[in-house]
């Protein structure tokens, strides 16, 4: 069936066919079940079959693909042998020529695909660059829209991982999330999380504006849940909560590794007394305006008790005192932990203060142990020289 002036015009041995539109399915020959609604659409297919094509110039240049679907002027117009692709929107997979298992829909999205396959863009100019390499998702406008041959990522709304070209392997969901991301195996969930991450890699970050510090956008292998206005600043930590966070818990202790085969250079070397003695308790409130001016982080906006967490009279050490007696007892201690860069603070982790105690008991045991020998002599000396007193009285008697 053909409306339109040079429809379906060469079409030889083709059936099913159905071409609405000046030089719909032009040059079909021989293919079957195809639909062309607009002018030009499907114009260079000779031997394709059961594709759709709706809009102008829609599926233009497939000449043998099969089982695409072309919705919007110039959707997927450069086909050519494509298989299983879907484009709904104007110029939607506008330049892919042979990609299979494709699916764009939205105005401009997958716009520059050449031969890539499996890939889904849903929004407006979501994964407008992308060129080669598979199994990316992008819903969202502007989603991965530099990207240019990334392969597995997915960018879940507006804008995220909107600079990523060429990383692998990355998952941000939210807007803006990952948004000037160009590394690999980031994982980015809530609006805007690790937005300041570049070339940083293998980052986790869940919570609204949650991550990295944005003088930091190259440190990896962190983890950030919840950390808005509290942002890492260094690779290998985690953080957990912002300064608002007054309590971290759960049904049962926290544990680490303690395994005699993973240790090596296991030395008797941790210090007791002489650094435990050194420390002073202190009692202290916390400055959360402080901490925000150090770290040089914004500050969160206001909610109902944000600043609960300034009330709180805390008990412990101060940092910069616990690593002068560490120093002064030639002790490397592990509960410390200095800054490794300007947006960093001093922080101690108690659980680690344990092993110098224990140390502590063990040589105070000693010495008591040491004295109570020391006494249990004196009281055998006294004793024996009380029974010559008494053998010296009975002479005189």
């Not at 009330?311 to 007892?329: C, D, T």
């Amino acid at each position: 069936m053909a409306f339109g002036a040079l429809a379906l015009r060469n079409n030889k041995t083709g059936w099913n066919n159905s071409a609405t539109g000046l030089n719909a399915l032009f040059n079909n020959i021989n293919g079957n079940g195809n639909t062309a609604n607009g002018s030009h659409a499907l114009f260079k297919n000779t031997t394709g079959g059961n594709n759709t094509a709706i809009g102008l110039a829609a599926l233009n240049d497939n000449t043998s693909g099969f089982l695409n679907t072309a919705i919007g002027s110039y959707a997927h117009f450069s086909s050519k042998y494509g298989v299983g692709n879907t484009s709904i929107g104007a110029n939607a997979l506008t330049y892919d020529s042979t990609g299979n298992d494709n699916t764009a829909i939205g105005f401009n999205s997958l716009y520059y695909n050449a031969n890539s396959n499996f890939n889904i863009a849903i929004g407006n100019y979501s994964l407008y660059n992308h060129r080669k390499n598979h199994y990316n998702t992008a819903i969202g406008g502007y989603a991965l829209y530099l990207d240019t041959s990334g392969t597995s990522n997915t960018a879940v709304g507006y804008g995220s991982l909107f600079e990523n070209k060429n990383g692998i392997q990355n998952t941000a969901v939210g807007q803006g999330a990952l948004y000037f991301s160009k590394a690999n195996n980031n994982t980015a969930v809530g609006y805007g999380a690790l937005s300041a991450i570049t070339t940083g890699y293998q980052n986790i970050a869940i919570g609204s504006g949650s991550g990295t510090h944005p003088a930091t956008p190259a440190i990896y292998n962190t983890i950030s849940i919840g950390n808005d206005g509290f942002l890492n600043a260094f690779q290998n930590q985690a953080f957990i909560g912002n300064v608002s966070t007054a309590w971290i818990g759960g049904q049962v202790n926290w544990s680490t590794f303690s395994d005699s085969r993973i240790k090596t250079a296991v030395a008797e070397d941790v210090k007791g007394l002489d650094f435990i003695t050194r420390l002073r308790p202190v009692s202290y409130y916390k400055n959360f305006a402080a901490i925000t001016d150090i770290t040089g982080n914004k500050e969160t906006e206001n909610f109902p008790g944000k600043y609960d967490g300034e009330q709180i009279k805390y008990s412990g050490f101060i940092a910069q005192e616990v690593e002068n007696a560490a120093k002064q007892s030639n002790y490397n201690f592990s509960g410390l932990h200095i800054p490794k860069s300007r947006f960093d603070l001093y922080s101690l982790s108690y659980a680690e203060f344990v092993v110098p105690l224990v140390k502590a008991v063990q040589e105070q045991q000693a010495m008591i142990k040491s004295q109570q020998k020391i006494m249990e002599e004196q009281q055998k000396k006294l004793e024996l020289f009380e029974k010559r007193l008494d053998a010296l009285d009975l002479k005189n008697k």
